[in-house]
């Protein structure tokens, strides 16, 4: 199968400031990508649509100017979490389709945790 | 949009027992995964079945969409089985995949 990276693989940080996060499909090009959000013992969210080239799409509810959104090139998507505070706490999860779009391949998660 | 239910939400095993899950959903699909979180948070991908049956291993999943439910069925289970099992159709506007609460599965030695 499809392997997607994430980098960092856990951030713990100050209230205030803003964490970049990395998605990378290693072995295939991706023009979208997906970034979820899962609290503790619930299920994953869709956040934001990531389009290369583009701009990223957002879920209702979701603030686009705090979790920005850039797909930079076909293998790379990045979401920054700016001015974070502790309710911004949470496992981050990006995905890719194959080539196909059948299939969707998960990244090892973000957990972020703010202070 | 649509709605994903799984049951049991709960499920504690003997290592080498057998157990199904079951995941309903509100809309037709053409497209669902089932996955494993493992403890460590990663989704690990089971099945793409949209329609039929297919197995791996110890692992067997079907999916009749026309009446919009899917089964994986878990053998012979042992403790490295242990975590969330999510059904995720792919019914989001942006072709996202839409999860379920997930079934926790505990395999105690």
């Known amino acids: 199968g499809a392997v997607v990276s994430q980098h960092p693989s856990r951030v713990i940080c100050k209230s205030g400031t803003s964490v970049k996060i990395e998605c990378r499909s290693l072995d295939f090009q991706a023009t979208t990508m997906f970034w979820y959000r899962q609290f503790p013992k619930q299920s994953l969210m869709l956040m934001a649509t990531?389009?290369?080239?583009?701009?990223?799409?957002?879920e209702q509810g979701v603030e686009k100017d705090k979790f920005l959104i850039n797909h930079a090139s076909l293998t790379l998507s990045t979401l920054t979490v700016t001015s974070a505070h502790p309710e911004d706490s949470s496992f981050y999860i990006c995905?890719?389709?194959?080539?196909?779009?059948?299939?969707?391949?998960f990244g090892p998660g973000t957990r972020l945790t703010v202070l | 949009g649509i709605q994903v239910e799984q049951s049991p939400p709960d499920l504690i095993l003997q290592e080498g027992a057998n157990s199904t899950l079951r995941c309903n959903f509100s809309?037709?699909?053409?497209?669902l995964q089932w996955f494993h979180q493992n403890p460590w948070g990663q989704l690990i991908n089971l099945f793409y079945?949209?329609?039929g049956t297919k197995q791996n291993g110890r692992l067997s999943a079907t999916t009749v969409a026309t009446e919009r439910y899917s089964l994986l069925y878990i053998s012979s289970s042992q403790t490295t089985d242990s975590g969330v099992y999510f059904c995720?159709?792919?019914?989001?506007?942006?072709?996202?995949?839409?999860f379920g609460k997930g079934t926790k599965l505990s395999v105690k030695p």
């Open positions: 079945i949209p329609s």
């Open positions: 809309d037709s699909v053409n497209n």
């Open positions: 995905s890719a389709p194959d080539r196909t779009y059948n299939e969707q391949f």
């Open positions: 990531s389009n290369e080239g583009s701009k990223a799409t957002y």
């Open positions: 995720a159709p792919k019914g989001g506007s942006q072709g996202n995949l839409i």
